[in-house]
């Protein structure tokens, strides 16, 4: 994954593939800490994050899950970027870089709390992400968040950990650790 700047090197006849940009991935993070976190624009653990940025990844996996809290999953939206399976289920090996970029911009506070992280938007990164949720690029994006946040976004982190290996056990359960799911 690399800056977007650092991309524009690259051959025009090389296709640019939304998963190599570091930026968009940051987008989609400040994006779901607006849509999915508390009213503060905070989520308090990585399990949380991680497990509420999947069922944005997978929307079809969000509608299962939906359906299992028997809610209706109706989100129109694609499936995002893969993620792979860790020791507490889906992640992404980007988290780590990502954050800290966020953190360095100012547009994120992370903080411990006892064992874990809160991880919360700043005046500016709250303005930035008011920015993202107007741009039509977006909106799909955006509406599925909020579905997300409806259905899912009061559980703990644990209680959605545990959500995926009850629904999901051969799709993420079984699967080694660092392989993708798909």
Not at 39 to 50: C, E, P, V, Y
Request: charged share 30%; aromatic share 8%.
């Amino acid at each position: 994954m690399r800056r977007l700047r650092e991309l524009a090197d690259a051959p025009v006849s090389r296709p640019l593939a939304a998963e190599e940009v570091m930026e968009l991935h940051a987008a989609r993070l400040l994006l779901l800490f607006r849509h999915c976190g508390t009213k503060g624009q905070r989520i308090d653990s990585l399990t949380k994050m991680a497990k509420l940025d999947f069922f944005v990844r997978y929307p079809t996996f969000f509608a299962v899950a939906a359906a299992a809290e028997g809610k209706a999953g109706t989100s129109e939206a694609t499936e995002e970027s893969r993620m792979v399976r860790y020791h507490y289920g889906p992640w992404d090996n980007r988290y780590y870089q990502l954050l800290s970029y966020l953190e360095a911009l100012g547009l994120l506070a992370v903080s411990r709390k006892g064992t874990s992280f809160q991880l919360e938007l700043t005046d500016e990164g709250a303005r930035v992400a008011a920015g993202l949720t107007e741009s039509p690029s977006f909106e799909s994006l955006v509406s599925h968040m909020r579905e997300v946040k409806k259905v899912l976004g009061g559980k703990s982190g644990t209680r959605l950990k545990n959500l995926v290996y009850e629904l999901f056990e051969r799709e993420v359960g079984e699967r080694s650790l660092g392989e993708v799911i798909e």
